[in-house]
């Protein structure tokens, strides 16, 4: 795998870790979590990112490239 498709994948997890991130506080502040909870759901969130996903999806469009 080259530095660009690493760097990619790299990116592409970052985004999904903050996406994840962002709504997970979101959905608990909405919930009526108190600041620390709001962290919390966040954090869980980012922990369950699919990170496996993410690499079959580049591997996939490394070999087809």
Do not use: P, Y
Not at 3 to 16: D, T
Not at 31 to 59: F, T
Request: proline content about 0%.
């Amino acid at each position: 795998m080259s530095n660009q498709h690493l760097e990619s994948l790299a990116n592409q997890i970052k985004q999904a870790c903050l996406k994840a991130a962002q709504e997970g506080f979101e959905d608990a502040e909405l919930s009526g979590l108190c600041r620390e909870g709001c962290v919390e759901a966040a954090l869980s969130a980012i922990e369950m990112v699919d990170i496996d996903q993410l690499l079959e999806s580049n591997l996939e469009d490394t070999e087809g490239s």
